[in-house]
């Protein structure tokens, strides 16, 4: 039994990457902002802001084979301190980035499908204010032309559903649910209806991310989570229609310049080949659950939330 440490890892992607790891033998300590608690004596909790003083006095109590973090960088130049820290404790790190760094030059996208720090050139603002995407790229050649060990391993996620948070384009789970309840359309981009949309389960996320931890050959590598089910957004729409009742209307829509999440992602075709990572971690189509299901346990977890007294 090896011990992992989930940095930020109370959340969407955390918890089921948890899960995964349990299955597996390990035992799991949770570093996050909510008030959580486990019955299971190999997961614990610590309540915490994870900032560097934290984290130093934590590595002062315990040691971690692995650990995954799951902090966003905003200013990638945040990233480096955390960086030193976390690499000089554990066996093996890994580092979350996101699918939402490709470009839309090569279908299906690979883990060498070029970035979009590397292709946008023509839009100064959005390579001065956009940071989750460009972000996430800075961080990453960062670990590429470190000084520190090569122990790191970067995931690149595609959006990943829980109840705490349903895709539908641009549009919210809670939207969504909202609509159907009062009998509202929900009116969708036309541009993107026959795209591929980049979404997952977080179930089978985590599993990926999970199941990459510990494999030898993938220090130093990159990898694109995802079990490539690859539904367009009208699928995704139509799984939504049937299990929420929801009207969809596809239609067109404008957006401003500024919304990067739209110009620079979901107005992209993001149809994945997940070869790399399935070859990495032993994984097949059949360890995953479909797209419909994964909405369908979600659904019912929220429910569940709304019904629970406060």
Same mark, same amino acid.
């Given at each position: 039994?090896?011990?992992?440490?989930?940095?930020?890892?109370?959340?969407?992607?955390?918890?089921?990457?948890?899960?995964?790891?349990?299955?597996?033998?390990?035992s799991v300590d949770v570093v996050g902002l909510k008030a959580l608690s486990s019955s299971e004596p190999r997961l614990r909790y610590y309540r915490?802001?994870?900032?560097?003083?934290?984290?130093?006095?934590?590595?002062?109590?315990?040691?971690?084979?692995?650990?995954?973090?799951? %902090?966003? #960088?905003?200013? @990638?130049?945040?990233?480096?301190? $955390?960086?030193?820290?976390?690499? +000089? *404790?554990?066996?093996?790190?890994?580092?979350?980035?996101?699918?939402?760094?490709?470009?839309?030059?090569?279908?299906?996208?690979?883990?060498?499908?070029?970035?979009?720090?590397?292709?946008?050139?023509?839009?100064?603002?959005?390579?001065?204010?956009?940071?989750?995407?460009?972000?996430?790229?800075?961080?990453?050649?960062?670990?590429?032309?470190?000084?520190?060990?090569?122990?790191?391993?970067?995931?690149?996620?595609?959006?990943?559903?829980?109840?705490r948070r349903l895709d539908l384009v641009l549009v919210t789970g809670r939207e969504l649910a909202e609509a159907a309840k009062a009998g509202k359309?929900?009116?969708?981009?036309?541009?993107?209806?026959?795209?591929?949309?980049?979404?997952?389960?977080?179930?089978?996320?985590?599993?990926?991310?999970?199941? %990459?931890? #510990?494999?030898? @050959?993938?220090?130093?590598?990159? $990898?694109?989570?995802?079990?490539? +089910? *690859?539904?367009?957004?009208?699928?995704?729409?139509?799984?939504?229609?049937?299990?929420?009742?929801?009207?969809?209307?596809?239609?067109?829509?404008?957006?401003?310049?500024?919304?990067?999440?739209?110009?620079?992602?979901?107005?992209?075709?993001?149809?994945?080949?997940?070869?790399?990572?399935?070859?990495?971690?032993?994984?097949?189509?059949?360890?995953?659950?479909?797209?419909?299901?994964?909405?369908?346990?979600?659904?019912?977890?929220?429910?569940?939330?709304?019904?629970?007294?406060?």
């Open positions: 039994m090896k011990k992992v440490l989930l940095i930020a890892g109370d959340g969407t992607l955390g918890s089921y990457t948890a899960q995964e790891l349990l299955r597996l033998g390990h915490a802001d994870a900032t560097i003083p934290y984290l130093r006095k934590l590595f002062q109590e315990n040691r971690y084979d692995g650990i995954v973090n799951f %902090l966003h #960088f905003p200013d @990638a130049a945040q990233y480096p301190p $955390y960086h030193e820290l976390l690499s +000089q *404790n554990t066996e093996h790190l890994i580092f979350l980035s996101s699918y939402r760094v490709y470009s839309d030059l090569e279908h299906p996208i690979t883990e060498t499908t070029p970035q979009l720090l590397d292709v946008i050139k023509d839009d100064p603002t959005f390579l001065l204010k956009e940071d989750y995407a460009l972000a996430k790229s800075r961080a990453e050649r960062f670990l590429r032309n470190n000084p520190y060990p090569k122990n790191w391993t970067i995931v690149r996620p595609v959006i990943s559903f829980s109840h359309t929900v009116r969708l981009p036309l541009a993107a209806k026959h795209l591929t949309a980049g979404l997952d389960w977080a179930g089978n996320s985590g599993k990926l991310i999970a199941n %990459l931890m #510990f494999k030898q @050959a993938s220090l130093g590598e990159a $990898y694109t989570v995802s079990s490539a +089910q *690859n539904l367009t957004w009208e699928k995704v729409g139509e799984l939504y229609e049937r299990l929420l009742s929801v009207k969809i209307e596809w239609a067109k829509t404008e957006y401003p310049r500024d919304l990067w999440i739209w110009h620079y992602d979901r107005a992209y075709d993001r149809r994945i080949d997940n070869t790399k990572i399935l070859q990495a971690t032993g994984l097949s189509a059949k360890d995953f659950k479909s797209i419909e299901n994964g909405i369908s346990i979600e659904l019912a977890k929220l429910t569940d939330t709304k019904r629970r007294p406060t």
